[in-house]
């Protein structure tokens, strides 16, 4: 499980999910493709299926991937809002308002610190959201075109002359 980046609660489901047998997709070993190519109607049938196989492997991994941002994201969210509580607890029997209270809170350099692994973490889970919708989207299209060929009322008698 090196390849994925997991926090203590992810790694606990991931043991959960081992205990009942179940396992996660690796990382694929090729690298992840930028985009497809321009016109899918040029790759041959044997590399058209490696390509939607790839696309496949990466959606899976991403899939996991995103859940494990989302988990790690609640995490440090549900992390901030009980330091930010805690804090203006403790900030309210110094100031006179709460406002300034408030004030005193976001002033407090560990209260900024959590804001800012939150604000990472999100951008972590939205990136990994957005490639992962982007496998998703690659792996429909690769279908269709897969669905295209076999569809093709003349492919088996074709196919029988062009070898």
Same mark, same amino acid.
Request: proline share 4%; aromatic share 6%; net charge neutral.
């Given at each position: 499980?090196?390849?994925?980046?997991?926090?203590?609660?992810?790694?606990?489901?991931?043991?959960?999910?081992?205990?009942?047998?179940?396992?996660?997709?690796?990382?694929?070993?090729?690298?992840?493709?930028?985009?497809?190519? $321009?016109? &899918?109607?040029? +790759?041959?049938?044997? =590399? %058209?299926? /490696?390509?939607? @196989?790839?696309?496949?492997?990466?959606? !899976?991994?991403?899939?996991?991937?995103?859940?494990?941002?989302?988990?790690?994201?609640?995490?440090?969210? $549900?992390? &901030?809002?009980? +330091?930010?509580?805690? =804090? %203006?607890? /403790?900030?309210? @029997?110094?100031?006179?308002?709460?406002? !300034?209270?408030?004030?005193?809170?976001?002033?407090?350099?560990?209260?900024?610190?959590?804001?800012?692994?939150?604000?990472?973490?999100?951008?972590?889970?939205?990136?990994?959201?957005?490639?992962?919708?982007?496998?998703?989207?690659?792996?429909?299209?690769?279908?269709?075109?897969?669905?295209?060929?076999?569809?093709?009322?003349?492919?088996?008698?074709?196919?029988?002359?062009?070898?």
């Amino acid at each position: 499980m090196k390849s994925y980046r997991m926090g203590p609660e992810a790694r606990a489901a991931v043991e959960a999910a081992r205990a009942q047998g179940l396992s996660l997709p690796e990382k694929p070993a090729e690298e992840m493709r930028d985009s497809l190519p $321009r016109d &899918l109607t040029e +790759l041959d049938d044997v =590399a %058209l299926m /490696q390509m939607y @196989t790839e696309t496949i492997g990466w959606s !899976d991994y991403l899939a996991v991937q995103q859940s494990f941002a989302q988990t790690d994201e609640r995490r440090i969210k $549900r992390k &901030l809002e009980f +330091l930010e509580a805690k =804090a %203006l607890i /403790q900030a309210k @029997t110094v100031a006179s308002k709460v406002t !300034d209270a408030r004030l005193l809170v976001k002033d407090d350099p560990a209260i900024q610190d959590i804001h800012d692994k939150a604000a990472s973490a999100e951008a972590y889970r939205k990136l990994v959201e957005s490639l992962f919708n982007n496998c998703e989207r690659d792996s429909a299209l690769l279908s269709r075109e897969l669905t295209r060929r076999t569809a093709a009322p003349d492919r088996g008698r074709r196919e029988r002359f062009e070898r």
